[in-house]
């Protein structure tokens, strides 16, 4: 009995000097939730089975490497109150699960909340909180996704903070994505806590809708970007904001899922896919899998792209990369194909966040079409192209 209160004591000192883990993200987190495709139907055999196909279908080769299991997967709790799988789901345990992961070349993460109770009704981590970042470290988690229902009483900011000292005092190193929905502005303080914090209400597979619930809403694609904005200045190697997982493969059309995964990648955001990547046709996997476009996400200047321009619901981004060149994106954000033109001699384009500016009237820059893997010409002709409905046209500028 006398050895809990001395193991608390250490606990507290041990906090004080706790931090979150550096040099885990320099670059966005790439992986795969459940919770999109599955939400609570999940299981050992999903995992494995996903775990499988990451490694052999050209996801693993082009950057992906987290395996995140969402809600759900929690049993009870011991007699000592430590939290233990679903027995139907895993009868394997956590940590045989973790492994078959890491055997395949990829990491693998776990869910839990703030709040007694996860979204989903499970056990979570309230009061718990150096247990449970023991239990995952023993178990071999690598990414603890963290929610916030059942929080209204708490600060975000110290709940959170909790749980970063948890697991520093675990000892393993664990990709921490914060998962509170934007409600406390984390952007502002988030940074010395997690590597990444959502920014809006879950996202649902629509490219332009609210899906109202009784009680809190969805957004599309289009609702959640345009939320992003205003957030560019907050993020960087090591701290993202996080816009949420990817729909891509789970109902839009083909040209929403391909303009979808291109914003997120000038967004420097997570690219965490969400469909079955057991069962995807080919234009899906050709749309997560494409190296060219997620190199514009993985760029290692973590710079988030920009609105340049908007005219007639056409929007023209750029986004800094290293080497000084540039990504630029042309959203088409309405139903109907549009012409755009685009004389490069004429147009100024200068970020004041990153201090650079692309000189067009002085510099030539060669233009590589991304979507069609096409070298596309250079910035010394005015750019003339229709973009389908929905869609994008997505070109890197390599100066010459």
């Not at 196909?53 to 969402?70: F, R």
């Not at 965490?272 to 200047?301: C, W, Y």
């Not at 100024?348 to 096409?374: E, I």
């Amino acid at each position: 009995m006398k050895i809990i209160p001395l193991l608390l004591a250490g606990v507290c000192c041990l906090s004080a000097h706790a931090q979150k883990f550096d040099g885990l993200d320099l670059t966005p987190q790439m992986g795969w939730n459940s919770w999109n495709k599955f939400q609570c139907d999940v299981s050992e055999e999903l995992v494995r089975e996903t775990a499988d196909a990451m490694a052999t279908n050209g996801m693993k080769d082009a950057g992906y490497q987290y395996i995140n299991l969402d809600d759900c997967w929690q049993g009870q709790r011991d007699a000592q109150g430590f939290i233990q799988p679903d027995p139907a789901r895993f009868p394997s345990g956590l940590k045989a699960l973790a492994d078959y992961v890491h055997a395949k070349g990829l990491k693998f993460g776990i869910y839990s909340d703030a709040g007694a109770q996860t979204c989903g009704g499970k056990p979570a981590s309230r009061g718990h909180e150096y247990q449970d970042a023991q239990t995952y470290a023993q178990w071999g988690v690598d990414y603890l996704k963290y929610d916030w229902c059942g929080c209204e009483d708490l600060s975000a900011k110290g709940a959170y903070t909790t749980m970063r000292d948890a697991l520093h005092a675990a000892g393993r190193p664990v990709v921490f994505s914060l998962c509170e929905w934007g409600n406390n502005t984390p952007w502002l303080w988030a940074g010395s806590v997690g590597n990444s914090w959502r920014t809006t209400t879950d996202i649902t597979p629509c490219f332009d809708c609210v899906l109202n619930h009784p009680t809190w809403h969805q957004w599309g694609v289009l609702q959640i970007l345009d939320a992003q904005k205003p957030l560019r200045p907050y993020a960087g190697p090591g701290h993202w904001n996080d816009p949420d997982m990817l729909e891509v493969g789970n109902g839009m059309s083909v040209n929403e899922d391909r303009a979808h995964f291109s914003m997120w990648c000038m967004l420097a955001a997570p690219l965490i896919s969400g469909n079955d990547l057991r069962h995807m046709s080919p234009q899906t996997l050709e749309i997560l899998a494409n190296k060219e476009v997620i190199a514009v996400n993985q760029d290692k200047l973590g710079v988030e792209g920009f609105v340049y321009s908007t005219n007639d619901n056409v929007e023209v981004w750029f986004k800094p990369l290293s080497g000084d060149r540039w990504a630029m994106c042309v959203l088409n954000r309405n139903p109907a194909a549009k012409k755009i033109s685009f004389d490069w001699k004429k147009e100024k384009v200068a970020d004041g966040f990153s201090k650079r500016d692309t000189q067009f009237d002085t510099t030539t820059y060669a233009l590589r079409n991304l979507w069609s893997k096409t070298d596309a010409g250079d910035t010394g002709k005015t750019l003339a192209a229709e973009v389908p409905g929905h869609d994008v046209l997505l070109l890197r500028l390599d100066k010459q």
